[in-house]
């Protein structure tokens, strides 16, 4: 259990009592200076796992090992409003790669009890109580050219939790390109379950290899609000 050093903002974020440092604009390729690099390549501290030996800092990226069933949470800030990029393949696995938005680490539940965003292509899931579901009209997916799981893809997830909307755009990433240009996918909207919350990565089952890099947040946000950054 990560230590309860964070205190709670007006502005519907949480941060720890110490600032985390701000990547500088020539840090990412976003062109935004408020965007906070979470992972530095080897370093996984920033992050909590659900069990031990589920994630490792692996040729530059965080890779899922495969072992079992669980979330990687960032443990640095917890965020209500908020944008989130980075880039996402899987290696090997028989489910999509999925990230956890607006959920709970208090209590500890099956997937955080969080909203389940399935980059790139969009699939979801409703994991809070009382629905554990696919969400229905909650979700609305939105019609792209699919993108290739397998290859390394560019996703960004804006959330807003006064109104209950997050989206997520998505787009392949060619050769040694360091960004693309976003695709709407997927859209989410309950004004009920906006809230406070980690995020987090997931393995949705055992053998599933996903590797995540690249990976920034901001929150409060100040550049652009409600609106992609890479679209």
């Known amino acids: 259990m990560f230590r309860k050093l964070f205190g709670v903002l007006a502005a519907g974020i949480v941060v720890a009592s110490a600032l985390a440092p701000t990547a500088a604009a020539a840090e990412n390729p976003y062109g935004d200076p408020n965007l906070v690099s979470m992972f530095d390549g080897t370093d996984l501290s920033p992050w909590t ?23 990687l949470y960032y443990n640095k800030q917890q965020v209500g409003t908020f944008r989130w990029i980075f880039n996402v393949r899987q290696v090997k696995g028989n489910h999509k790669p999925t990230v956890l938005i607006w ?29 554990n579901d696919g969400g229905g009209k909650l979700f609305k997916q939105l019609s792209h050219t699919k993108i290739d ?13 006064t109104t209950g909307v997050a989206r997520m755009a998505c787009c392949p990433l060619t050769g040694t390109a360091a960004t693309c240009k976003g695709v709407e ?20 089952n055992s053998g599933i290899q996903d590797e995540y890099r690249g990976l920034y947040v901001e929150s409060p946000v100040v ?9």
């Open 49 to 71: 796992s659900s069990k031990p030996g589920l994630w490792s800092a692996k040729n530059g990226v965080i890779h899922g090992n495969g072992t079992a069933r669980g979330w």
């Open 103 to 131: 959920g709970t680490t208090d209590p500890i539940r099956d997937a955080l009890s969080a909203i389940q965003f399935q980059p790139p292509n969009g699939g979801h899931w409703d994991y809070r109580p009382g629905h």
């Open 149 to 161: 799981i397998k290859k390394w893809a560019q996703c960004e997830l804006i959330g807003d939790m």
């Open 185 to 204: 996918v997927l859209q989410f909207t309950d004004k009920t379950a906006g809230r406070v919350g980690p995020l987090a990565l997931q393995v949705h």
């Open 223 to 231: 550049t652009k609000p409600g609106e992609f950054l890479t679209m």
